[in-house]
């Protein structure tokens, strides 16, 4: 099975900050990947496919990078709207598998 | 517009079973493969079972292999889960999602507590 892990499980930030969450997977899974942002109590909302795409609707200032089995979610300037956490995902092979969650909060 | 409404959760005591459904419409529901995926109460998202478009192909996370069964219908555009043996740590919000690149939807979820 493919193990995902990030980093950090949790950080604080200000509006306006940048922000990089990092996630690895034990194996390389090409660019199968999604981000996930969930607000407490909302049903997760894709921000990022293919490792790079961002979803239609999605800010600019969001953005994904990476292959293999090493990617990157950058928020280039947070706003008060992107405290929340977020998680990757892949879905290479079966079974797929959610990283641990990164919770952004204000600082 | 694509929808995805699960039903069938509710309160359920340990070792009991409880059946899954979720009803997609908006979509050509045999062509996607489907997921359930579950959260628990302050906890992270965890991919439970997932079904290919025909049905013929199934995948289970190892903690519910054994336990659970993934099923759809094609014809009522119903996809299930059937959940026997349910332990305390399956207490959870269970989601149906596709999760294909491409096509990408969840539903709002069905919460399922196992408690005596």
């Known amino acids: 099975d493919i193990q995902m892990t990030q980093s950090p499980s949790a950080m604080s930030a200000s509006v306006g900050d940048r922000v990089t969450i990092t996630c690895r997977a034990s194996?390389?899974?090409?660019?199968?990947l999604a981000w996930f942002q969930q607000k407490p109590g909302k049903v997760p909302k894709r921000l990022i496919y293919a490792a790079s795409s961002l979803e239609s609707g999605v800010p600019s200032r969001f953005s994904g990078s990476g292959s293999g089995t090493q990617f990157t979610l950058t928020i280039s300037s947070l706003q008060p709207e992107d405290f929340a956490t977020y998680y990757c995902?892949?879905?290479?092979?079966?079974?797929?598998?959610f990283g641990p969650g990164t919770k952004v909060d204000i600082k | 517009e694509v929808q995805l409404v699960e039903s069938g959760g509710g309160l359920v005591q340990p070792g009991g079973s409880l059946r899954l459904s979720c009803a997609g419409s908006g979509f050509t529901f045999s062509t996607y493969a489907m997921s359930w995926v579950r959260q628990a109460l302050g906890k992270g998202l965890e991919w439970v079972s997932g079904i290919s478009g025909s049905g013929g192909s199934t995948h289970y996370v190892d903690s519910v292999r054994g336990r659970f069964t993934i099923s759809r219908d094609n014809s009522k555009n119903t996809l299930y889960l059937q959940m026997n043996s349910l332990r305390a740590e399956d207490t959870a919000v269970y989601y149906c999602?596709?999760?294909?690149?491409?096509?990408?939807?969840w539903g709002q979820g069905t919460l399922v507590t196992v408690s005596s």
């Open positions: 999602a596709t999760l294909g690149s491409t096509f990408h939807y």
């Open positions: 194996q390389g899974i090409s660019d199968y």
């Open positions: 995902l892949q879905h290479n092979s079966y079974p797929l598998t």
